[in-house]
């Protein structure tokens, strides 16, 4: 429902951006676009962004002539997309949209009014409603949240954010602030949503509705949604980018950085996979850090190595080995005062990417470091 008009404050902004990302998703482009041009709130740009598109994408982009602006360039990931997308938006009000997904009539109306209702806010966020492509079923999704005013500024900066239930479809920004987020980091890959919505987090406060206003489309190409094989691979690096981004872009961040980027390194030595490149990026990263930093995240790191393999195959483990270290784990790190152990700090980092110096190898419980 609409917020009421008469509690708004009168000049909402006077344009509004919907940006729509694609890559080779030309068979549901088409719905995306239909449904931007289908807001009710009228003053909208619509930005369709291209990625180097090899499908019927052009085809459909050209279709829509000028009732949007289409910005088609070379294939350089979700985040190069991103970036290009915001440089040629002209609204104060930014929404984006996945090309797989739908924002139902009111969504923009919606965000007009709470963003002009509180001006001090500068995101505001909502959950999204998944759906089945081929049978059109919404699906249940147990995810929730409080709704309102938040801010987490200093709970982020803590290392301790808020869980956000909701991914890029969900999440709209005023210029001002997001001009203080973007450009992110074009090598950053999919599920570029987390480093928007940890900044968001950490540089202002926002609001997150309880309205859903956007349909998320599961198919079989879901980069990261319910996605099954090969999830812990991808979610583990991409923690170990984020992390490694947030701690180089947002100093004051440090703290959630080095948390993600240790989780990250620790799924990955769980699972026994470590890409060469983000072997180098993690180890990199490490160097950078002082000695105290980087105690800090290998200890970190330890402890989710031994979670994450506890979890994957605890029923297999004989008694007293990985449980004997995974307490002695959680011990040390909580003598350090930050440990991060805390299920809360799994579940917020659990979107992100991870690489790690060199994994374990099968069954062995001998940290890496300690190999000859």
Known sequence: MLLPIQDAIVNPPSLVSILINN??????????????????HTNIEVI????????????????????????LKSNGGQASALNAGFHACNGDLICFLDADDIFL??????????????????WCFHQLTLFQNHTGEHLSDSRTCNYGRWDARTATLAGHPPYVPTALSGLSFRRTLLSRILPM????????????????????????????????????????????????????RM????????????????RLAESIFAHGIGRLWAIRECEADLRTEANAFLNSLRFPARQRVTLKA???WVAESFRADHS????????????????????????????????T????????????????????????
């Open 185 to 236: 980091p074009e090598s950053l890959g999919i599920t570029n949503d987390n480093f928007l919505k940890f900044a968001a987090l950490a540089l202002s406060p926002g609001w997150m509705l309880p309205a859903v206003l956007a349909l998320q489309r599961i198919h079989a190409n879901n980069a990261y949604t319910r996605r099954t094989v090969g999830k812990q691979q991808v979610v583990g």
């Open 105 to 122: 009539p009111n969504k923009v109306a919606e965000l007009v009014t709470t963003f002009a209702r509180y001006p001090e806010i500068g």
């Open 239 to 254: 923690e170990v980018l984020l992390g490694r981004f947030l701690h180089e872009r947002f100093p004051p961040m440090f």
């Open 23 to 40: 890559y080779n998703y030309g068979r549901f482009l088409g719905d995306a676009i239909d449904s931007a041009l289908s807001q009710s």
């Open 48 to 71: 369709v962004v291209d990625d180097g598109s090899a499908d019927e994408s052009h085809k459909v982009i050209a279709h829509y002539g000028c009732r949007i602006r289409a910005v």
């Open 316 to 347: 297999e483990r004989r008694p007293g080995t990985a449980r004997d270290e995974y307490s002695n784990y959680r011990h040390e790190l909580a003598q350090l005062g930050d440990i991060d152990g805390r299920e809360a700090s799994s579940k």
């Open 349 to 372: 980092a659990v979107n992100g990417s991870a690489p790690v110096p060199g994994a374990p190898g099968k069954r062995s419980h001998t940290p890496p470091a300690e190999r000859g």
């Open 302 to 304: 330890l402890y989710w």
